[in-house]
């Protein structure tokens, strides 16, 4: 149905570190969902919202993935639940299962700016 959207949270698994700074990709599953615009166009930034306060969203729609980086110049330390997606549903297509989706941590970092390893995240549908 026309005007559809889908609302998709992405989550973090830290490992028990504190996360200040995260570079994660989202692979949606194209033909079943979709962000309007490409790249960093202001379409594609109005559908991240749910940011924590005091950190700074950048995203890249490559219209596959999504890559979106959060960072903070302080000692915040981000929550579990880091942001939602606000995807438009496509024409015809099947509702999309969580399974549908993947996330990858590309980079982490503590508020000293040190790599992280063994952070996670993970995507849920309502």
């Given at each position: 149905?026309?005007g559809?959207?889908?609302?998709?949270?992405?989550?973090?698994?830290?490992?028990?570190?504190?996360?200040?700074?995260?570079?994660?990709?989202?692979?949606?599953?194209?033909?079943?969902v979709?962000?309007?615009?490409?790249?960093?166009?202001?379409?594609?930034?109005?559908?991240?919202?749910?940011v924590?306060?005091?950190?700074?969203?950048?995203?890249?729609?490559?219209?596959?993935?999504?890559?979106?980086?959060?960072?903070?110049?302080?000692m915040?330390?981000?929550?579990?639940?880091?942001?939602?997606?606000?995807?438009?549903?496509?024409v015809?297509?099947?509702?999309?299962?969580?399974?549908?989706?993947?996330?990858?941590?590309?980079?982490?970092?503590?508020?000293?700016?040190?790599?992280l390893?063994?952070?996670?995240?993970?995507?849920s549908?309502?």
């Amino acid at each position: 149905m026309a005007g559809t959207t889908v609302s998709a949270s992405v989550n973090l698994d830290s490992g028990g570190q504190a996360v200040s700074g995260i570079n994660v990709f989202v692979d949606y599953p194209e033909g079943l969902v979709s962000i309007p615009g490409s790249g960093a166009v202001s379409t594609v930034r109005q559908r991240i919202s749910n940011v924590p306060g005091g950190f700074l969203s950048s995203p890249n729609d490559l219209d596959y993935g999504l890559i979106e980086a959060l960072g903070t110049g302080g000692m915040s330390e981000l929550p579990a639940k880091i942001f939602t997606i606000t995807f438009d549903a496509c024409v015809g297509a099947a509702a999309p299962s969580t399974a549908d989706f993947v996330c990858v941590v590309k980079n982490a970092v503590d508020s000293q700016g040190s790599e992280l390893s063994g952070v996670k995240c993970s995507v849920s549908l309502p």
